[in-house]
Every structure is written in C-alpha cells, then in structure tokens.
C-alpha cells in the first residue's frame, strides 16, 4: 500500500504541469456549475416575483372596433371569468424639434391608472397621466434620447400637437428598443380619445376563477371569443399562464446549455 501512495506522488510531482491543468479545470468546471445553478436560482426568482406582481392576465384579446365599457361588463359575466379588464393602444408619430423627421411610436391608455388590476404598468417617475400630460416608456429616455420631463411634438390622424411630458411608466409587455420595439407613450383615456378619435377599448385582458389549465383556459377562450364575435367584432386571443413568466422556457434553456457545458468541462 505504501509503495502504492508513493508512486502515486511520484507521478503527480513528475508532472507537475499536468497535475495543475487537471486541478484547474476541475475547479473552474465545479464553479462555472455552481455559478450557473446560483444564477438561475437568482434570475427566475427575480422574474417570477416581478412576474406575480403585475398579476398576470391569463388571456388577451385583441378586437376591432373598439369595444366599450357595457360590453365589457357583458363579458365579466361569462362562466369562469374573473375580472375582465380594457386598454387601447395605437400609432403616433413623434419628433424632439421641429426640423427633425417623425418616428413612429405606440400611445397607450387605461381608464383609470389608479385602479389597475391585471398586467399592471409600474409608475417610475412622477404622477400617473391626466389631463394633456404625457409620459415615456422606460427605455424612451436612454435609446431615444426622449426626455421624461419637457416638450415633444407629435402627429396623429394628420394633425400635430406639442405636448407637455411628465414622467416615466414600465411595462412588462412593451417591446425592449433594443431589440426592435419604438418608443412608447401613455395618456389619459380622454387624451387618448382626442388624439385618436377613439373612446373604446381596442384590447382587453381576462382572468380565470379556476387554477390554469391550458385546455380549460382555451375553453373559456372560445365561449369569450364566440361572444365578443357575436356583438359583431372582429377579435385575436393569445393565452398565457399567469403562474410562470413568459421568458422563463427561454431562460431554462440557456441555463441547461450553460449547466452542460459546464458538466462536460468538469468531467
């Protein structure tokens, strides 16, 4: 046994350049694991939080034309529906000064920012919109160069404003510049009405009195879409489980191709 023990040290101190490759990679290998692990751990807690907090709808129609507010209040009514909630959004066009070319952007409205119940947008600056005061979305400021506290001009159904900003709003569902979106700008839903023409809601969100079931949820989906249609609107639905954040499949992903690499480099 003794000669055993010897020859191993004889070898790992005749190669000692080796013996340090090995214990180097088998240490970055168990740390790269557990850095990963920890990460996600990290990562989809923060997201899941951020996630409940909005309280997420389970389904999102989009109708057309607008739908109004009695006609939501017919739909709140509908077998396994527990709240039922309208917004708008459109297209503006938007500029800093005068000499510079339009942009296009999304304003969007809710009737009553105070009293948001599903998908809720977060105040980050200031007050929430009334009157003609509007407010930026989260990234208008540092992709767009758009401040949360001045003068922009705007263009909607052909005619031009010049409108006081006055703050900054998150959403959770708005489309990172970064990755393609156009800046984003909330009013108030009279506001909204002057500057395009509209007093309804072009979208609403759904949630269930049920724990969610992809095939139950699709049900009551179908029920809500047949009745929507029957008041003679056009509508598109998307689902979405309210327990699990939208980005979550795609981040399990990344950090099950990160775990394996970092287990091959270990073995």
């Not at 003794?2 to 740390?31: E, S, Y």
């Not at 109004?68 to 039922?84: C, F, H, K, P, R």
Request: glycine share 10%.
């Amino acid at each position: 046994m003794r000669v055993l023990w010897f020859k191993i040290f004889r070898d790992l101190w005749g190669n000692r350049g080796r013996t340090l490759q090995v214990m180097l990679i088998i240490g970055i290998g168990a740390a790269s694991i557990g850095m990963i692990m920890g990460t996600r751990a990290l990562v989809i807690g923060g997201m899941q939080d951020m996630w409940q907090d909005i309280n997420p709808a389970t389904i999102t129609f989009y109708v057309g034309p607008s739908i109004n507010d009695d006609e939501l209040a017919i739909l709140q009514n509908i077998d396994g529906v527990d709240q039922v909630e309208g917004f708008s959004s459109g297209i503006i066009e938007w500029r800093l000064s005068p000499d510079e070319e339009w942009r296009q952007g999304g304003l969007n409205t809710r009737a009553d920012y105070d009293e948001q119940h599903l998908n809720k947008l977060e105040l980050i600056e200031n007050a929430w919109p009334k009157n003609e005061v509007m407010l930026v979305g989260q990234d208008a400021t540092t992709y767009f160069g758009i401040p949360s506290d001045g003068k922009l001009y705007i263009r909607a159904n052909q005619r031009e404003y010049e409108v006081q900003l006055g703050g900054m709003i998150y959403g959770m569902f708005v489309q990172p510049a970064y990755f393609g979106g156009t800046a984003q700008f909330y009013v108030s839903q009279e506001f909204y009405e002057k500057l395009l023409d509209d007093s309804g809601y072009n979208q609403f969100y759904v949630s269930t009195n049920f724990p969610y079931e992809e095939a139950k949820a699709t049900e009551l989906a179908d029920r809500i879409q047949d009745k929507v249609e029957s008041m003679e609107y056009g509508a598109y639905r998307f689902l979405i489980d309210p327990n699990k954040h939208f980005f979550q499949d795609t981040l399990d992903g990344l950090f099950f191709l990160l775990g394996a690499l970092g287990a091959l480099a270990l073995v």
